[in-house]
């Protein structure tokens, strides 16, 4: 007992850094869990980067439509980050944090497009930021935000 | 062109590597980096003291020196010169000014502080019951400085530490424990140089008494409470039951004689036994 009181600092570490990777690896699986069933659902909304022209008289209606997600990185994934600023290489912790955040917010866009009645989404765009640059930093909160905006098109039937 | 859904199956965008793995591999490489300052540290430190001359050592010793509240002792230095008189005429620590000085604490131990400072703990004082124990521990602290081991140590901390600061940072958990790991490493080391600073102070104790009666009172004394051996792995010096096995071995390959001890004089005995 007394052993693990003088070493405050470390059995805090270790017990973040194992909450970190339980709750982290479990948020992660829910999340592509949703994101693959939601994307399967909506599969039949296109979605293109091309501008697109259509003939006169097709396109009903057309309006802007965006999604966002700020996703978190948690502790175990930021000691893996902070090793491998020492090796360099690739930082395959963070990797599933972009792709999750592109993801989740796509699908949003898509999902404001359907409630609108739209067929399909033309002229997306991507966009990412960083909330709280200094990710790595001690008591920095560390999260990404990406967000999908692009022109949803109702056709006439 | 017809428009086609598919849901794609892989996912390109994110490794496949299992995180756990990568932490493991990458842990295993810190380690093996830190392993491989730690033994370039040994040998860089080894050779520069070499080349360090006592005048800088003594203005390092300054330092260290103000680390200890402590007294001269002018009976101690009179044991000490004793012993430094039957050194021999070519020995390196002709080079020093030894001084030794009397620190008051409980701690049963002896130090050798760089630029031929000798600090003896109070608790160290109260334990000796003869001069020739007296003898051999201040004969011990001889051997480390004739072996240079106090340079040493100071080094290959100050090596660690700084390397540790840089890797993670200054006030980290995480250099903390590194560092921690990495000193008790340095302690076995140091294991190493007791058992020659023992050779060392044995010899020299000899030819100080023309025997080598009460070379190993002092460690039997202290083997009876000592406790389990599996403890003195990490510690900073060897097992008191090893110590004298040692020492015994080298009385009986060198021929010394085991002749009755002189008892403490007065002079060096502490006046409040408390």
């Keep these: ?157 | 062109m017809k428009f086609t859904p598919k849901q794609l199956q892989k996912n390109v965008n994110v490794s496949t590597t299992h995180p756990l793995v990568e932490l493991l591999w990458m842990v295993g490489g810190l380690t093996f980096i830190i392993g491989l300052v730690f033994i370039l540290l040994g040998i860089t430190t080894d050779w520069a003291i070499a080349k360090t001359p006592v005048r800088i050592e003594t203005w390092i010793g300054k330092l260290a020196l103000k680390e200890f509240t402590t007294n001269n002792n002018p009976p101690l230095q009179q044991r000490l010169q004793e012993l430094l008189e039957h050194l021999p005429a070519d020995s390196p620590l002709h080079q020093y000014q030894f001084q030794v000085y009397l620190a008051a604490s409980e701690e049963v131990n002896a130090i050798a502080l760089p630029g031929g400072n000798i600090v003896v703990f109070s608790g160290l004082l109260q334990e000796v019951e003869s001069e020739n124990e007296l003898a051999m521990v201040l004969a011990h602290e001889l051997g480390h400085f004739a072996h240079r081991d106090h340079l040493r140590g100071l080094g290959r901390g100050l090596g660690i530490t700084v390397a540790t600061a840089m890797l993670f940072g200054e006030s980290s958990s995480t250099s903390g424990l590194v560092s921690s790991a990495l000193l008790s490493f340095n302690n076995r080391y140091s294991q190493r140089q007791e058992a020659a600073a023992d050779r060392f102070g044995l010899d020299l104790l000899t030819k100080r008494y023309g025997h080598a009666g009460g070379a190993t009172d002092f460690f039997a004394r202290h083997n009876a409470d000592a406790g389990a051996k599996t403890a003195y792995i990490l510690a900073s010096h060897p097992h008191p039951q090893a110590r004298i096995t040692a020492l015994e071995q080298q009385i009986t390959a060198k021929q010394y004689k085991n002749e009755t001890t002189e008892a403490l004089r007065d002079d060096v005995k502490l006046e409040d036994k408390e």
């Design chain 1, 1 to 157: 007992m007394e052993i693990l009181l003088e070493n405050l600092n470390l059995v805090i570490f270790l017990l973040l850094f194992i909450i970190g990777y339980t709750f982290g690896s479990l948020a992660e699986k829910r999340h592509y869990r949703s994101i693959i069933q939601r994307e399967a659902e909506l599969l039949k909304l296109a979605v293109v980067t091309a501008e697109g022209s259509f003939p006169a008289g097709q396109v009903k209606e057309s309006a802007l439509v965006s999604g966002s997600a700020v996703i978190s990185i948690d502790y175990f994934k930021r000691i893996l980050a902070t090793l491998r600023n020492i090796f360099g290489g690739r930082v395959k912790s963070y990797e599933s944090l972009v792709d999750r955040a592109r993801r989740e917010a796509i699908l949003r866009m898509k999902e404001q497009a359907h409630k609108q009645g739209a067929k399909m989404v033309i002229n997306m765009r991507l966009e990412t930021a960083t909330i709280g640059r200094n990710a790595n930093q001690k008591k920095q909160i560390g999260s990404i935000e990406a967000i999908a905006y692009g022109t949803a098109i109702v056709m006439n039937k």
